[in-house]
């Protein structure tokens, strides 16, 4: 199994920075790509940033240019630096790591931490 805690969230106003962080912890030698999604009320979860094994990166349109994605040498913990915040990037963020399929394929998720972009 595997543990995410995501931890950095808060309220920053409109043109501000946050970094959010997820440790995960258990068996991340099992884990292939590892995200970030975003759920704000009355919408669907949708995809933010996502890093693969080898590093490639992914991200929404909407936040192209703004949020950068890493993940340390260890492969356990994965960022989200967020610049130029917006008020529609207010939402709930949440990691997630997703597991080869050698190993059974699936997925894992934090428990959200909250991001709110307001003056």
């Known amino acids: 199994q595997v543990q995410l805690v995501e931890s950095g969230g808060g309220l920053v106003q409109p043109g501000g920075s946050l970094r959010l962080s997820c440790a995960g912890s258990g068996s991340m030698f099992k884990i292939r790509d590892m995200g970030w999604y975003r759920q704000a009320p009355g919408k669907r979860r949708e995809l933010v940033a996502l890093v693969t094994d080898d590093g490639t990166t992914n991200y929404a349109d909407s936040v192209k240019g703004r949020f950068t994605i890493s993940r340390d040498s260890a492969k356990t913990t994965v960022y989200l630096e967020m610049n130029s915040l917006k008020s529609e990037d207010t939402a709930v963020y949440y990691c997630?790591?997703?597991?080869?399929?050698?190993?059974?394929?699936?997925?894992?998720w934090g428990q959200g931490t909250q991001v709110i972009v307001s003056s």
């Open positions: 997630n790591a997703r597991r080869f399929a050698v190993y059974g394929g699936g997925e894992f």
